[in-house]
């Protein structure tokens, strides 16, 4: 079993940056396929960045404003967004694939207003 926790989400205005942490009680190591996803009121769960196989992918709303990245010494994932819109707002969430099981953490609010 593995829990996933995400922080750093908050208010920030148009423009600003934010970075986006996933802390897994487990190691990562051997994980290869993570990912961020968003889900805004009213829409659906839509994809953000992932890291597949050591390939990063990204929706094409964020590429060259999000980064994904990981560290295994801290079983982290995190997710750097720069030059933030108001349609980045949502509550973004990480979720691992590991020996065939999907987890979810619980989602972090990022909301993105002057």
């Known amino acids: 079993q593995v829990q996933l926790v995400e922080y750093g989400g908050g208010l920030v205005q148009p423009g600003g940056s934010l970075r986006l942490s996933c802390a897994a009680s487990?190691?990562?190591?051997?994980?290869?396929?993570m990912g961020w996803y968003r889900q805004a009121p009213g829409k659906q769960r839509e994809l953000v960045a992932a890291?597949?196989?050591?390939?990063?992918n990204y929706a094409d709303s964020v590429k060259g404003r999000f980064t994904i990245s990981r560290d295994n010494a801290k079983n982290t994932v995190y997710l750097q967004m720069n030059s933030l819109e108001p349609e980045d707002t949502a509550v973004y969430l990480c979720?691992?694939?590991?020996?065939?099981?999907?987890?979810w953490g619980q989602g972090t609010q990022v909301t993105v207003s002057s």
């Open positions: 979720n691992i694939v590991k020996y065939g099981q999907i987890y």
């Open positions: 487990g190691s990562i190591f051997s994980v290869n396929r």
């Open positions: 890291i597949i196989s050591g390939s990063t």
